[in-house]
């Protein structure tokens, strides 16, 4: 099943620009005035987070990975009228920030909105927004969201209207936090390293999304050197780097890259497998 994965923001925790900053990346990102585009809208990094949308039969399916601070800009821009569950990575503000933005649309979901997260992430929302798990004098108006625990266990998988999301266990400075892979897609945001038991679970992909945010190495961040190599270990078709600081500049970045290595940038669309194909044997049974 095609689905197309839309970047809400592939920025660092900072956006770019970042605010008082008077470097060049950050000035190419500023817009020169009101209702005017910036010199290089790519180098406009908002925070970061991805949609997915995809079919389930007859009906269109949105699924979201965080929602960080620009969540409402980024869902008014992407004509998001509608979501049917989220997934988080972690509890960093950059990643939950937006959970509140959730609230009219949670009213559009029969019941209530699915929300998934790991053990650690689920006790973070629910101490940021302790006012939405109110059980007693409830805001009538707060998200109605249902927050369902994801096992620790590496490569532990929801399914979500037809598509099976599995945790890909990523190192994150001194936690571990949760990456996903769906179909033939792997979405590893905020990764300083890759555990030795995930990269089992990160073969054969089509489209592999990283951590890249910056040239120098970082404590809590895998920088542009360290992804590249691990694109050349893991080998998938087309890679992408994302949550990028202010030392990347777009254009410039991306010319020193091998070609299936690219930059995500806001708003940019791939397009990929969602279900892994049957194997073979088995379409030879079904014929
Ligand atoms: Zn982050
Ligand atoms: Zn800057
Ligand atoms: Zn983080």
Known sequence: MEATLTFLGSGTSMGIPTLGCPCAVCASATPPGPYLPPPEPRNRRTRPSIRLSYKEGELDRTVLIDTGPDFHAQAVREHIRRVDAVLYTHGHADHVMGFDDLRPLSFHVPGNLPIYADDPTALALERIFDYTFRTENRYP???????????????????????????????????????????????????????????PLLQDLDVLILDALRHEPHGSHSHVAKSTAFVELLKPKRAFFTHMGHDLDHATTEAALPPNIRLAYDGLQIEFEITSPKPDSEIEQAS
């Open 141 to 199: 108006t707060s998200a109605r969201v249902e927050i369902h625990r994801i096992a620790s266990t590496p490569g532990a998988a929801v399914t979500l209207f037809g598509a099976e999301f599995q945790r890909i266990p990523v190192t994150h400075g001194r936690q571990t936090i949760t990456g996903y892979r769906f179909g033939s897609a792997a979405y590893l945001t905020d990764m300083s390293d890759i555990p030795p038991e995930s990269l």
